[in-house]
């Protein structure tokens, strides 16, 4: 799978850019990026805690306490004797209905747990690259169609396995709590509902770490390289690295010299091999002679201002960071 | 999965929709799996489901090119129905068992279509019986339905039909002009205000009044508490009573041996009275027995003296006397002897002792005498005693008894008033059912223990009455809320759905149905189709047939047809892409100059000059007409045939020789039959019996008959009856569809249904308007003396009449009877002008000027004809059996809006809305002139005292109703140009169809012979438009030129004489 060759990379204007719209989060770490989501639509079975309205609940009070519930019109009590039998609170809708047990429960507690089946979507992280299984990761906003991968492949038991996961882990990824089984083929033979499909989409832009908080992801549009700052794309809580294990590593000092390098090839900055390169914290120092650093004070658009950004890796996620150039 | 279901908020992401596929603006993300599914194609689903199986999953890229695709509706209206698979719906099981066939399956289609369907048929052909019949039907099956007419009749009908049904809880929008009270009583229930208002007026205060009597039952059985302790004093007093009065009753007879047992017993110290008496006896008698017991021992003591000296006596003596014996005899020899010689004197002693002896015995018997009389005086003592203890012990006894009987009468009282007591406190006791059977102590016990258990059912009873009323109570700030989601049948017109608040545009998200019924399709516009359209997955469409259902104008000679100005309506363009129409098959077979011609390609006008002749080589009296158009591959457009060669020989020539199935249908109607021994493809709705076979392959073979055509129509010479396959020879359903697609371009998607059979109107007024609205054969049957279409000329057209323009009085122009209406318009040049135009001041006519002064500025009358009309109606009404039949039919009508107990009111009703169905029905093809009939109408006093419900009005305002007997005016009468006749076919139609049993129309003869002779637009009408009422029209014109005497059904009748 080609996940980072064919990446469109920002330039370093751009970087900066972001990197103030983002101020306000203080993000620690920054990354570029692209990620390829399974989009799975699937036929599931859910458990909803549904309330009594009050007009089931009168209905079911006047069944039980044997009132004459012909006050009712009949036809709104036809609609509300149904769809009380359909939820199984009433024995049949014949002349003489009868609560059942479960029925005598609602009518205790108000509510009762409808079992529906429908068709879902899940999204998973393809952590082809990572040489580990999907993810899932629910987005928070619409993510772009995109064409499948070369080897695009959905382990489909993974997708029962969320279901089986602990609550805390649905709770911290996002899934839906409600959903108690997925139903395949295998459950429901010949079934076109129970049909899953995958679709492949895919999220292009920055990762930050912010301050204080997890990671969170914010789309780019890629016809102008605009950020779309108002809602993130998906946000991960602690434990993020099981997601995106790649953002767990950071790049090589080596693979920030050449990224000086690189950036420097464009800026036409000569003797860029001179310099010397090294991670503070959250910034690149990059020591360079009085030569190169003249080159850089002289050069169009004050580069060092506004462009001071270099990205390194080769992935599918680029780390992002600022430098300062210090003369030796 | 039902709309709802899908709706359902889950929290999380719902799988895109169709409805967001189909129109992006909702949501842009490619459409659902379970809509996709139904773009691929059968056989490669099969396939797409047998990787789904072995991969666990499907992936987008390996559904081929089906997504994104066209929109669905977009795709219909343009033609591209080649992914839609046949349909194959099961049978359904009507609900309406008096649906016909063709409903049944134009129900069941709808019902399983998965996308769209469509239902055709004209006015009165039963759809919104049909499309009342799929609305039950869904909504049995769970789901939600959309009803959209263009106008609110359309709907209203439905409604009135199935408003009430338990199966729906439906909902009628208003438009924002339309008001609530203008609708009919039982449908006005049905709006969301009347709901939200019958709600907190009967069931919220049902729930009231369902907590007040609770309430009371609850409290009265509270009052019970205090009886249920005097009832069980009463039954306590009642059972010791009882029993006391049983011990008496049981010890009476045993109070004698009890006196006796007492009498017998020691005497008490302080015993009773009688125990003292009886010792007093006692006493007294031991006295007196002690005084005789005492003289008895002196007695005895003597009796015993004397005793012992009788004793000593006969002691002495016996001695003695054997000694006085011995010597009186002398014995001597004895020792006896010798004693009384030698003892002394013996004799003395012995006669001593023998006299003292005898002294003892006096003594003796008185002593006896003594003891006997003591002894007696013993006796009479005891006895004495006796008697008097066995006389206290009588009068012991007695007096026991009499206490006893005392004491029962005392205890009978008071067992009497404490059984009183219980009757009381019984009748206090609220429940009837609650009053013991008896005064026992287990038949109180057990009615306590119902008591008990009644107040606690009550206590329980209130508490839940309080609850539920609380409980709804609690639902009124969102009661609409509540109820728009039980709603499962949305009734509006597109403006009402659109403007609605719960269901309109507006509301975010949208409210989406599962089904979507287009009631009055044929009127709506593409904008109305695509706003209900995105709110259901299915959609079912009904109309009437319009224009373009006809056949293309054919190219008139040295005439130019003018292009259509009316774009076909979307539900034509759907109907034409969704349904086979054997009419739009290029074949026709016409006679024209003295040969035989059959056109297989329709040649443009424009194109005619390319088309060459050329006759066969081995056959030369066949002609080939070749159109041979500029770099293009020459194409053949008709064979000529010979005069000689009939239809049925040339047309197996053609397929021997072309390949070509030449048929030609008469009407859009087609279904497939099967028998035993064929399929077959009919074309006509029954077979006829004149049909001949024309074999056109091994085992199949086409039925043609001659056919009457319409007068401008020379064509119309042979149609295709059917297209029958032997099953001897191979053939079944699926090999004879795969041929009828092959050869007829015949795919049946099973999305549509043509209602064709008339279920308003009598059959013989059905057969006549199925001649003149669908150009079916002429009807020739028919009951004698029964009318169901008449026409009235107006003026007679007779020799002597002139047009009413010249002046002359009405009653001079009648001056010709019973003349044939065939010689009257035989000669026809135009009308007679009878025609006002109420804008032309000048024009003199002879209307009174007040009635003038009364009608609009502007329009057409037609006075003279609207004379004729009042004075057929009063003929109509003066007649017993007609007045007999409409007050049947007014009584039909007039029931009771299925379970409400509203009555659709009648005109001249105190409500003063219009009868849904009059029994009579004038129809004014202009609204002036219905002012005018109207006013008129005012003005007679026997119409307006008659019972018989009459109503005037355009065509539109009949629209969704019907009535016994159609009075259509068509008023044009002008004098020398064609006219059209209102404001379209549609309107004429519409004229036409609302009769259930007779239509008599009044029209001015020479205007319609004139009309039926124009081709082309016409003033406001198009080409098409205007063909179509022409040809109306002209049938009209032919039927009564032509059937006065042989055909009872159609009856030509001169309409000036009085």
Request: charged share 25%; glycine share 6%; net charge negative.
């Amino acid at each position: 799978m080609t996940h980072g060759l064919d990446l469109p990379l920002p330039t370093a204007r751009a970087l900066h850019g972001w990197w103030r719209e983002l101020a306000d989060l203080r993000p620690r770490r920054l990354w570029y990026g692209r990620l390829y989501f399974h989009h799975l639509e699937a036929l599931v079975e859910t458990a909803h805690e549904t309330s009594l309205d009050p007009l089931q609940r009168a209905l079911l009070q006047a069944l039980a306490a044997d009132l004459p519930s012909s006050s009712f019109d009949p036809q709104l009590q036809a609609r509300l004797l149904s769809e009380l039998a359909k939820a199984g609170l009433l024995d049949g809708t014949d002349a003489a209905p009868t609560l059942t047990a479960l029925g005598r429960a609602a009518l205790a507690t108000g509510s009762f747990v409808s079992i529906r089946r429908s068709r879902r979507s899940f999204w998973f992280v393809d952590n082809t690259v990572c040489g580990t299984s999907p993810c899932f990761l629910q987005p928070r906003r619409p993510l772009a169609t995109a064409k499948a991968p070369e080897g695009w492949t959905f382990p489909v038991e993974e997708l029962s396995a969320c279901v089986q996961r602990p609550a805390e882990w649905k709770q911290r990824h996002g899934y839906p709590a409600d959903v108690r089984a997925i139903i395949d083929l295998a459950a429901a033979p010949g079934d076109w509902r129970a049909v899953a499909l995958d679709r492949a989409e895919q999220f292009l832009g920055i990762v930050v770490e912010p301050e204080g908080a997890a990671l969170t992801a914010f789309s780019i549009r890629p016809d102008v390289m605009g950020l779309e700052r108002d809602r993130p794309a998906f946000t991960l809580a602690a434990g993020w690295e099981e997601v995106l294990p790649d953002l767990a590593v950071e790049p090589a000092l080596e693979e920030w010299r050449q990224a000086w390098l690189t950036w420097c090839a464009a800026h036409g900055i000569p003797e860029a091999d001179t310099c010397a390169v090294a991670r503070e914290s959250l910034l690149i120092q990059v020591r360079a002679p009085k030569n190169v650093v003249e080159r850089l004070q002289t050069a169009r658009g004050e580069p060092l201002k506004n462009e001071a950004w270099l990205l390194a890796g080769t992935g599918r996620f680029r780390a992002a960071a600022m430098f300062e150039v210090i003369e030796i | 999965m039902t709309q709802r279901e899908r709706q359902t908020p889950d929290g999380g992401a719902q799988a895109p929709s169709r409805l967001a596929a189909e129109f992006p603006a909702a949501n842009g993300s490619g459409g659902c799996w379970e809509d996709l599914v139904t773009e691929i194609p059968a056989a490669r689903r099969q396939e797409l489901l047998a990787l789904a199986d072995r991969q666990g999953l499907l992936y987008v890229h390996q559904l081929g090119p089906v997504s994104p695709r066209h929109p669905l509706f977009s795709a219909l209206l343009h033609g591209q129905v080649a992914n839609l698979e046949p349909l194959h719906p099961p049978a359904v099981m009507p609900i309406d068992p008096d649906l016909d066939d063709a409903q049944r399956e134009a129900v069941a289609r709808a019902l399983h279509t998965p996308d769209v369907c469509l239902i055709q048929g004209q006015p009165g052909t039963g759809k919104s019986r049909v499309v009342a019949e799929i609305i039950v039907q869904a909504a049995v099956r769970g789901e939600r339905v959309l009803l959209v007419a263009a106008g609110a009749a359309a709907l209203d009908c439905v409604l009135e039909r199935i408003g009430t049904h338990e199966a729906l809880f439906p909902l009628r929008c208003l438009a924002p002009d339309e008001r609530a009270e203008a609708l009919p009583a039982c449908v006005r229930r049905l709006t969301f205000a009347e709901r939200l208002r019958a709600f907190e007026e009967q069931t919220l205060g049902a729930a009231r009044r369902s907590l007040g009597e609770a309430t009371r039952d609850w409290e009265a059985r509270r009052r019970d508490e205090a009886v249920w302790p005097r009832l069980e004093g009463a039954l306590a007093r009642i059972v010791h009573l009882d029993a006391e009065l049983q011990n008496l009753a049981g010890g009476r007879d045993g109070f004698a041996g009890e006196v006796l047992a007492e009498a017998e017993r020691p005497a008490e110290p302080n015993g009773s009275a009688f125990q003292a008496e009886l010792a007093r006896i006692a006493s007294r008698n031991a006295d007196a027995l002690a005084r005789i017991e005492s003289r008895q021992a002196e007695h005895r003591t003597a009796t015993v003296t004397v005793q012992a000296q009788r004793h000593y006596l006969e002691t002495e003596v016996q001695p003695l006397l054997a000694l006085a014996e011995a010597k009186r005899t002398g014995q001597w020899w004895t020792a006896a002897w010798w004693r009384a010689v030698f003892g002394g004197n013996v004799g003395g002693r012995l006669e001593e002792l023998q006299k003292q002896l005898q002294e003892l015995s006096p003594l003796e018997a008185r002593l006896k005498k003594e003891a006997d009389d003591l002894a007696d005086e013993r006796s009479s003592v005891d006895g004495l005693a006796r008697t008097e203890r066995d006389a206290a012990v009588g009068a012991e006894t007695t007096r026991r008894l009499a206490a006893a009987d005392a004491r029962a009468a005392a205890a009978a009282d008071e067992r009497g008033a404490a059984e009183s007591e219980w009757q009381a406190a019984c009748r206090e006791l609220t429940d009837a059912a609650l009053i013991p059977a008896g005064p026992s102590a287990e038949a109180l016990r057990m009615k306590r223990l119902e008591w008990e258990a009644g107040l606690k059912q009550a206590e329980q009873r209130r508490a839940a009455a309080a609850q539920s009323a609380a409980g709804l109570e609690q639902a009124l700030p969102t009661l609409p809320e509540q109820l728009a989601r039980y709603v499962n049948l949305v009734v509006a017109t597109p403006c009402g759905l659109a403007q609605d608040v719960r269901f309109g545009e507006g509301v975010a998200p949208p409210a989406t149905f599962d089904l979507l019924i287009f009631e009055e399709a044929d009127q709506a516009t593409e904008a109305d189709f695509l706003q209900a359209a995105r709110r259901a997955r299915r959609w079912v469409f009904v109309g009437e047939p319009q224009p373009d259902d006809l056949p293309p104008p054919r190219p008139t000679h040295g005439r130019v047809v003018r292009p259509s100005a009316l774009r076909p309506g979307c539900f034509q363009r759907l109907w034409r892409n969704l349904r086979w129409d054997p009419r739009r098959l290029p074949y026709s077979w016409e006679q024209r100059d003295g040969r035989l011609h059959c056109r297989l390609r329709a040649v443009p006008r424009e194109q005619e000059s390319w088309v060459q002749s050329e006759r066969l080589a081995d056959r030369p009296d066949v002609e080939l007409h070749i159109l041979s158009r500029p770099h293009q591959e020459p194409e053949l457009v008709e064979v000529v045939f010979p005069a000689s060669t009939s239809v049925p020989e040339a047309k197996e020539y053609l397929y021997r020789e072309l390949g070509e199935v030449t048929l030609q249908a008469a009407s859009a109607d087609w279904q497939w039959a099967e028998t035993a021994e064929r399929v077959i493809l009919r074309l006509t709705p029954v077979a006829d019996p004149n049909a001949v076979l024309v074999p056109l392959c091994a085992g199949v073979r086409e039925l043609v008959a001659p056919a009457a055509g319409d007068e401008n129509d020379e064509t119309a010479e042979w149609r295709t009856c059917a297209v029958e396959f032997d099953r001897s020879a191979g053939w079944d359903r699926t090999r004879a569809c795969g041929w009828a697609a092959e050869q007829l371009r015949l795919r049946d998607l099973c999305r549509s249904t043509l209602l064709t059979v008339p279920h308003r109107t009598c059959p013989a007024l059905a057969a006549w308007l199925m001649h003149l609205l669908d150009g079916q054969s002429v009807p020739t049957g028919g009951a004698p003396g029964e009318m169901a279409f008449e026409f009235v000329a107006v003026p007679t057209g007779a020799a002597g009449d002139e047009p009413r323009r010249r002046g002359e009085e009405e009653h001079r122009v009648r001056s010709v009877g019973g003349a044939a209406v065939a010689t009257r318009l035989r000669h026809v040049k135009g009308g007679a002008g009878l025609e006002t135009d109420l804008t032309d001041s000048r024009r003199i006519d002879q209307m009174p000027a007040d009635l003038r002064a009364a009608l609009p500025p502007r329009g057409v009358v037609n006075y003279l004809e609207a004379q004729a009309l009042i004075r057929r109606l009063e003929g109509m009404l003066a007649d017993d059996s007609f007045r007999a039949a409409a007050e049947r039919w007014q009584q039909n009508q007039a029931r009771p809006c299925e379970h409400q107990g509203a009555v659709c009111a009648a005109p001249g009703q105190t409500t003063g809305r219009p009868a849904h169905c009059p029994a009579v029905a004038i129809v004014a093809l202009y609204p002036t002139q219905g002012e005018l009939i109207s006013r008129m109408l005012q003005r007679v006093p026997a119409l307006l005292a008659s019972p018989v419900t009459v109503e005037v009005g355009t065509p539109s305002s009949f629209r969704h109703r019907e009535c016994m007997t159609a009075l259509v005016s068509l008023t044009r009468s002008h004098t020398h140009r064609a006219v059209p006749f209102g404001d379209g076919p549609e309107a004429l139609a519409l004229a036409l169809t609302r009769a259930a049993e007779r239509v008599i129309l009044f029209g001015d003869p020479g205007t319609l012979a004139r009309r039926s002779q124009w081709q082309g637009a016409l003033d406001h009408l198009d080409d098409t438009a205007a063909e179509r009422e022409r040809a109306v029209l002209a049938r009209l014109v032919r039927a009564v030129h032509e059937t006065e005497a042989t055909l009872p059904v159609f009856r030509p009748r001169e309409g000036n004489r009085a």
